[in-house]
């Protein structure tokens, strides 16, 4: 079976989920373009409530309550990065998370979710977006042992896109440096 045999069965099987999964990609990658911490965690917001949807419809709850988490813990990111708010987060996660695991491939999602949630609350940056390329590695193996079709593509080119806005930012800090002599 080819790979593209095997994509095309599993839009087949679920063809709702996974237009949902598409529509998350392109919400995504415009999320992981912006150079703005603002515009990221605002666009990251919608991205995780419709790639919830996207889990759900899978049958894939543990990971539809982290990615809607993520998404409110993005929302509310906007607003405050107060550390006891971080804290609140990541015990949601762990809370609603952990007891609803089955399978060890389900313990990624905590994983990144909490990446993710010290990212948007305690860094900024470069620093943010690293820890953010950390939990993406988590999702991007969930999603892809779960057969998440448009999962498994936005979280590998969250990969490519996140590393090459950490590439551009890094280029713009070290700019004014090369000038000094």
């Keep these: 079976m080819t790979f593209l045999h095997h994509i095309a069965e599993l839009f087949a099987a679920n063809?709702?989920?996974q237009s949902v999964g598409l529509i998350a990609f392109a919400v995504g990658i415009s999320a992981f373009i912006q150079k703005n911490d603002q515009?990221?965690?605002?666009?990251l917001t919608l991205y995780c409530v419709v790639i919830g949807c996207?889990?759900?419809?899978?049958g894939a709850p543990t990971a539809a309550y982290a990615a809607w988490l993520s998404g409110l813990r993005s929302f509310v990111s906007t607003r405050?990065?107060?550390v006891a708010v971080m804290a609140f987060f990541l015990l949601i996660v762990w809370v609603l998370g952990i007891p609803n695991i089955t399978q060890p491939i389900q313990w990624l999602t905590i994983i990144g979710?909490?990446?993710?949630t010290w990212a948007l609350y305690r860094e900024q940056g470069i620093r943010m977006r690293l820890l953010m390329l950390m939990g993406t590695v988590c999702w991007v193996t969930h999603n892809f042992v779960i057969g998440s079709i448009?999962?498994?593509m936005i979280e590998g080119s969250f990969l490519f896109v996140n590393s090459h806005t950490i590439f551009r930012l890094w280029l713009q800090r070290a700019a004014p440096l090369s000038g000094e002599s």
């Design 15 to 17: 063809p709702l989920a």
């Design 113 to 116: 979710t909490t990446l993710g």
């Design 150 to 152: 448009g999962g498994a």
């Design 80 to 82: 405050t990065r107060h």
């Design 54 to 58: 996207h889990f759900f419809l899978l």
């Design 39 to 43: 515009r990221l965690r605002t666009l």
